[in-house]
Each structure stands twice: as structure tokens, then as C-alpha cells.
């Protein structure tokens, strides 16, 4: 254990301070294990390791899912989702909130990451909040809080990642996020409609009739189309994630070039372009954490972390709190793809043996309290998003934002306990026993 600490904990820890890319960090971290700990582990495991994971059929879904993304940002759809937003939910008191709200859904639909969602919507949203009485602050929290819905609505990349490296079923994990994707969309619409009783925010937008309803739904309906086409096909076995992706990548460039005639070859390239350089980053890491897990493995450290943990405590609840603390101390200050990828392998004995989650029940758990660690004060990276959009200060964003940080905890706790939650839909397809 000490050699782990001296050689793997303290360099990757020095790396990190340094600001090194993650996965460039857990390279040279187990590297610099192997060189100098005299360990057993032979140091060809890095290149076996390295191409192993990535050799994946799960993981085939990830670049088609980030390419239909990537197609769909250059459709030039945001006014479209966010009037058709409007329309749906903008005379319900909190007006732009529920909006908010509602496009973040359509986003995550579209993009599957928080940072992305928070990054697309914030410039449309937060000013239209402010021009409708919301504190600036106030509008960014808002924003923030609904981005972390991204991460979890298929096509969900961090679910398919999770599910190739922990070899839970892809399917069951996007079909397990629909309802605590749900019930966070409901809580923060709660939250926005009291807020705005109580203190006046908001403007009550008129409804427009079902004409105008009717239209927006024809001008962004075909994008909306994309993930109820992959939860069809998943939910009735149709096909799996992989072929759901590539489906999703040509009804998406059919409906770029067609529908919406906004794609052209120069976009496509870009599209590309990104998929390559995204797919890329996620892979690299996703190697390079299986190189650092197998030394954490090697060395039973999973286990004892639990028999530690277990030791502290008999309660379950506690113990669940316990890796609630952890998602939130090391969330604030890495990438929660990178976080998951390292930490699931470590936290999957102590809440599936430990807690007795099921798999696709602890990938949701995982993911959602990561998310929740980006979101959280003092240095969540949603935070350093949302607040120069806002032209306001991170303290004030922090403060905010803690009201519906609260829900959202309180949502994955509610996972933790009640296993339907995340396991539901993903038994109504025959995914579960």
C-alpha cells in the first residue's frame, strides 16, 4: 500500500496540481508505478491494457453518438427547440425557467453532456431570464442546474462509457436515466414555478393557440425525433446502442440535408472533425484509466476500501452518504467522464456488494452524483460556465445555485434507495431480471 502511495497516488496527485491532461496523467502515473515500485506487474499490461479496453462493442455506440450530436449543432436548431420550449411551457408562471428547463431536455437529446448543454442554452436563456426579472445570478443557477439533465437522457456519451468500461448493459443505462432525468426536470419546474409565485420573477407568456404550437413542432420535431427513435428501438429490442447510434447518424444527416437544408459538405467535415477529436480524447482516457485500474486491482484496493468503509459503519444509508461526499469532493475538481472512468471500477464493489445496487442502478448512481459534483460550489466547472454568460460573479452563481443542487441530491439519493427508480423501464424491456 505504501508503494501505491508514494509511486501511483502522489504523482498522479502532482500531475493534477500541475494541470496535465487527465489522461496523460494516468499514464505517467502508472508508468512511473512500474518503473520504480519493483512491482510484479509486467510492463507490457499498458499496451495489452491500453488496446483492450478500447476494443470494445459497447463503445462502438460512442462515436456515432457524438457524430449525431455533432450533425445536429450544425443544423443550427437552438432558436427552433428554445421557441418550441416557449410555446410548450412559457405561460405556466416562471415563464423562461420552465423553458430552461425544457430545452435542456431537448439538448441533452442532442448532445448527451452537461458542459455542452450549459454552454449551448446559457447565451439564448440566461439573458432572456434577466430581461424577465431574474437576478442575473439567479438566471445562471437555473441554467446550470438544468444542464446536469443532459448528462443523463439518451444519447447519453458518459452512460455509453460507463457501460463499455463496467460492462453493464449501454441499453439498460440510457433507458435507466429516463426517469431521474424526470424527476429532475420536475423538481427544478417546481422550484421555478415557487420561486417565481413568491418572489416575482418571470414574466407569464400568452399562449399562443395550437396553431402556432403545431408549427414549432414541425420546425424542430424531426431533431426531437432522434431520441425517442433510440429509446424506440432500445425499449422494444429493435437494436442495440451501437446500431441505434449509426440509425441516429443517418436519419440525422437525411434530415440536415433535406428537412432543414442546413448541412452542406463543409459542416459535414466539421462534424468529423469534431467526432474525431471527441471520440479520441474519451477513448484515450478510457485506456488510460484501465491501465491505472488494474494496479489499483492488482492491489485489491476496491476491497479494502470497502471492508474500510463497512468497518466505519453498518448503516447503509451512511455508508451511501459516505460515496455521496466522495462523488462531491472529486467532482469539483475533474471532468466527471474522467471521474467515472477511474472511480467506477473502485466504487462498484462498495455500492453493488456493499449497498446491494444492481449494476444499471449504480451506472445511474454514478453518473448523476458525478454531475452533481460539477454543479457544486466553490469549483464546479458548470459554475465557470454559466457565470461569465451571466456577467456576474461565481460566489453569487455558488450561492444560488444550492436551492437546486438540493433537489438534485435529493433525486440521487432516491436512486440509492429506491432501486424502480433506475430500474423500471429498463425491466419493461427485458433488461432486467
Known amino acids: 500500500m505504501l508503494a501505491l502511495g508514494l509511486y501511483l497516488a502522489l504523482p498522479f496527485f502532482v500531475l493534477l496540481v500541475l494541470n496535465v491532461p487527465v489522461a496523460f496523467n494516468l499514464i505517467l502515473a502508472s508508468a ?11 510492463a507490457m499490461m499498458v499496451p495489452n491494457d491500453m488496446f483492450g479496453s478500447i476494443d470494445s462493442v459497447s463503445l462502438l455506440a460512442l462515436p456515432t453518438f457524438v457524430l449525431a450530436g455533432e450533425l445536429l449543432n450544425r443544423c443550427e436548431l437552438t432558436g427552433k427547440l428554445t421557441t418550441l420550449a416557449l410555446r410548450v411551457v412559457g405561460w405556466v408562471p416562471g415563464g423562461l425557467a420552465h423553458v430552461s428547463v425544457v430545452t435542456a431536455i431537448f439538448f441533452g437529446g442532442i448532445n448527451g453532456s452537461a458542459i455542452a448543454d450549459a454552454a449551448s442554452i446559457g447565451p439564448i ?25 443532459g448528462a443523463i437522457v439518451p444519447p447519453s456519451i458518459p452512460l455509453v462509457i460507463i457501460g463499455g468500461q463496467l460492462e453493464i448493459s449501454v441499453s439498460g443505462l440510457l433507458l435507466g436515466g429516463l426517469v431521474p ?42 431533431a426531437l425525433l432522434i431520441p425517442i427513435l433510440i429509446v424506440g428501438g432500445l425499449l422494444f ?5 451501437s446500431e ?7 436519419y440525422t444527416l437525411l434530415i440536415g440535408a433535406f428537412y432543414y437544408r442546413s448541412l452542406n459538405l463543409g459542416k459535414l467535415a466539421a462534424a468529423l472533425d469534431g467526432t474525431a477529436r471527441v471520440t479520441a480524447n474519451a477513448l484515450l482516457i478510457v485506456g488510460a484509466a484501465m491501465v491505472f485500474g488494474h494496479i489499483v486491482t492488482f492491489y485489491q484496493l476496491p476491497q479494502i ?7 466505519l459503519t453498518d448503516s447503509r444509508m451512511l455508508l451511501m452518504l459516505l460515496v455521496v461526499l466522495l462523488f462531491i469532493i472529486v467532482g469539483m475538481f475533474m471532468d466527471p467522464v474522467a471521474n467515472m472512468i ?18 444499471i442502478q449504480f451506472g445511474e448512481f454514478l453518473m448523476l452524483g458525478l454531475l452533481l459534483g460539477i454543479l457544486h460550489p466553490p469549483i464546479g466547472l458548470l459554475l465557470f460556465v454559466v457565470a461569465p454568460i451571466a456577467d456576474t460573479s461565481i460566489e453569487r452563481v455558488a450561492l444560488a445555485v444550492l436551492p437546486y443542487l438540493a433537489l438534485e441530491m435529493l433525486v440521487l ?13 429498463p425491466r419493461l424491456a427485458g433488461l432486467v431480471r
Not at 441505434?244 to 443517418?250: D, L
Not at 476500501?305 to 468497518?311: H, P
Open 305 to 311: 476500501v470497502l471492508s474500510l468503509m463497512t468497518s
Open 342 to 359: 477511474i472511480l467506477g471500477p473502485l466504487l462498484m464493489p462498495i455500492c453493488v456488494q456493499g449497498l446491494g445496487m444492481h449494476p
Open 413 to 425: 439519493l432516491l436512486i440509492g434507495i429506491f432501486p424502480e427508480i433506475s430500474l423500471a423501464i
Open 237 to 241: 429490442g429493435i437494436f442495440s446502442p
Open 32 to 42: 512511473c508505478f512500474l518503473a520504480f515500485s519493483g512491482t510484479r506487474i509486467p
Open 244 to 250: 441505434a447510434g449509426t440509425v441516429a447518424v443517418v
Open 125 to 149: 436563456m440566461i439573458p432572456g431570464l434577466v430581461r424577465e426579472r431574474y437576478p442575473r445570478h439567479v438566471a445562471a443557477a437555473i441554467v446550470a442546474a438544468a444542464a446536469v439533465i
Open 181 to 222: 432525468a424526470g424527476l429532475i426536470a420536475l423538481l427544478l419546474m417546481i422550484a421555478a414555478f415557487v420561486s417565481a409565485c413568491w418572489k416575482g420573477y418571470g414574466s407569464v407568456h400568452r399562449f399562443e393557440g395550437f396553431g402556432p404550437l403545431a408549427a414549432s413542432f414541425l420546425d424542430a420535431g424531426p
